[in-house]
């Protein structure tokens, strides 16, 4: 208890509550922004954070995940073309109410509204499940967590892309950069090539922005997109009950936003699937679940409480794995370890142990987080909407301006962190285009250490009986073979659409 009450007391002081307000607003800005999202303001705030309190920067980093995780949703109900993926959904019902019934004050605040109540119920959630996750976790030997990450890397793979190979690929890759640098406490150094700025490793923000943010701003220079050129101009009635949401209105939503939220909260807490998958399995399910189907897709209120409480409710989700065994289930929780790590911090179970105090003050700034998206929204709604009428041609160059700044600020590499950005900048380009998952090569670049650490105690365990000591460990063997026989339906379950697809497609072409 005295863990709990030290860090509520360290959440509330002055510069830790200023860096969360910080974060948010920053997250909702650059969510807004047509081509950018949360995972690559997290990439861009990492090298902020440097210098930053463990907590305050921790704070500040969960403030941008959730203000992007809403801030995506001003661009999908004014422009129809969203700033985060999971927004897609959203657009599906919030413009329309937008443009065609002319109340887009009320549609943000549809999706404010509900995205505050999934991100609340996932942070309850992680509250409650885990410190006992991780009392169990913190049981598990190096076998084990072997068996966890190698389970985890091949479920991510194959949740993350269209091909398991690919995803594996993409992976291994990730952990094998994340080998370059010195080994045996120094005493040797591999894949360095004689490069001096190589012997401490590749700088986390040099890569994460380098192959998460560069490629999507430069795609956006070149292609000159600052809007879509058809976008309309929003009008909005003169009707005071069209630009608020009332009480009454709000309560009709309980089941559905209930429902969003226990979706979103299951599916974050599963590694690979992510905010996508989240939104669109609920808006499926509450458009079934309706009396009026009909209504879905004309602006209907339902559809952007089941989205955005959804989408939302994998943010507080997706820690969960995170602070109970060291396994970030997407690209945003795997930047927030490289966060930890920084800040000399080794996330997984045994941070409850010596670091209790940091979790539960960053489980507070969590919900100030909430509280700050909520009362930001309300408050700067306007100031955020214009967000995306700033030109590209001005708005771009500076996001780049401000990787490069980063980057050559939070390394001791100097120039030569700028150079590996570029070098992984042209990397992300190349799998995008070849479509390698970006998600998979981050979490095996972040995991890489933590993933050898445990293989090289597990062989010294394995190594004179493999077959008798492995007996000794049953759950490794429960784990490998359960991630086999996912994987296995999984593939299966994909052969059989594509044979169905192939079968429509033939007899479409014999008619």
């Not at 510069?15 to 920053?26: D, F, M, P, Q, Y």
């Not at 590749?202 to 490629?215: D, R, S, T």
Request: one cysteine or more; aromatic letters at 8%; a neutral charge.
């Amino acid at each position: 208890m005295e863990s709990v009450l030290a860090g509520i007391a360290a959440a509330f002081t002055f510069w830790t509550a200023l860096s969360v307000v910080t974060g948010v607003a920053l997250g909702i800005a650059i969510g807004a922004i047509p081509g950018l999202n949360a995972p690559m303001a997290i990439a861009i705030a990492v090298p902020l954070t440097m210098t930053m309190d463990p907590l305050a920067a921790l704070g500040m980093l969960v403030g941008v995940m959730k203000g992007g995780g809403f801030g995506g949703a001003i661009s999908a109900t004014l422009l129809n073309t969203p700033g985060e993926p999971s927004a897609v959904a959203t657009a599906l019902d919030a413009h329309p109410l937008a443009r065609h019934k002319k109340q887009p004050r009320k549609a943000m605040k549809l999706a404010l509204y509900s995205s505050v109540v999934g991100d609340t119920c996932s942070d309850i959630a992680l509250f409650l499940v885990a410190a006992p996750l991780a009392a169990i976790a913190i049981g598990m030997g190096r076998v084990e967590q072997t068996s966890i990450l190698l389970a985890s890397f091949t479920i991510i793979a194959l949740l993350s892309g269209r091909s398991l190979l690919r995803g594996l690929i993409a992976t291994l890759f990730g952990v094998l950069c994340a080998l370059v640098g010195t080994i045996g406490g120094g005493l040797a150094e591999r894949f360095t090539f004689d490069i001096v700025a190589l012997t401490d490793g590749l700088p986390l923000a040099a890569v994460a922005i380098g192959i998460l943010a560069v490629p999507e701003v430069m795609e956006q220079i070149i292609n000159g997109r600052t809007r879509p050129p058809d976008a309309p101009v929003i009008e909005e009635s003169a009707n005071p009950e069209d630009r608020r949401v009332s009480l009454r209105e709000f309560w009709l939503l309980r089941w559905v936003l209930a429902r969003g939220a226990a979706l979103g909260t299951f599916i974050g807490a599963l590694p690979g699937l992510g905010s996508s998958v989240a939104a669109f399995l609920s808006y499926g399910v509450t458009m079934r679940a309706s009396k009026t189907p009909e209504r879905f897709g004309k602006g209907a209120h339902e559809g952007i409480a089941a989205t955005e409480s959804a989408n939302s409710a994998v943010n507080g989700a997706n820690l969960i794995p995170l602070l109970t065994l060291g396994i970030p289930g997407n690209v945003t929780a795997a930047l927030l370890v490289g966060a930890f790590i920084i800040h000399g911090i080794e996330p997984g179970p045994r941070v409850f142990l010596y670091d209790a105090v940091l979790i539960y003050g960053l489980f507070t700034t969590m919900m100030l987080a909430n509280l700050s998206t909520f009362l930001l929204g309300n408050v700067g709604l306007r100031i955020f909407a214009r967000v995306i009428q700033v030109r590209g041609q001005i708005l771009y160059p500076t996001v780049l301006l401000l990787c490069i700044v980063g980057v050559y600020m939070s390394s001791s590499a100097g120039l030569a962190a700028i150079y590996i950005m570029i070098v992984f900048a042209a990397i992300g380009y190349l799998m995008r285009k070849f479509d390698y998952s970006v998600v998979c090569f981050i979490i095996g670049f972040v995991l890489g250490d933590t993933f050898e650490h445990n293989l090289r105690g597990a062989v010294t365990i394995l190594y004179r009986d493999p077959l008798g000591r492995v007996l000794e460990h049953p759950f490794a063997i429960i784990m490998v073979c359960a991630t086999l026989v996912f994987v296995a339906f999984i593939l299966i379950g994909q052969a059989r659409t594509g044979r169905k697809a192939l079968a429509e497609t033939s007899l479409e072409s014999k008619t």
